[in-house]
């Protein structure tokens, strides 16, 4: 697991985090910079959700997030022509 903070906080370093510059490449992922909020978004992802976090509740060891949308980018190809829809959306597959 990796971390942008340096130093690495004593907390993630318990569990192993290490301290990588440059997240994004060392996954072989791009970073495309986010209309309305702070982090990047991942050039290669075809959704990208730029979302406002609004509440925090934790759950044992894990964290869940409410969050709020502020802007959706969806790859043309995805998009019902016509429509704001994107294909597949709701259908799943068993």
Known sequence: MTTARSP???RKAAQGYVH???KFAA???TAQP???VAPDRVAQCPIQLECRV???HP??????????VLRAH????LLVPGTTSIRGA???SS
């Open 8 to 10: 690495v906080p004593e």
């Open 54 to 56: 609004t509440a925090a």
């Open 74 to 77: 969806v790859e043309e190809d």
């Open 27 to 29: 996954a072989g992922l």
């Open 90 to 92: 709701g259908i799943r």
């Open 20 to 22: 990588v510059a440059g």
């Open 59 to 68: 759950i044992g060891s894990c964290t869940s997030f409410h969050v709020q």
């Open 34 to 36: 986010s209309d309305l």
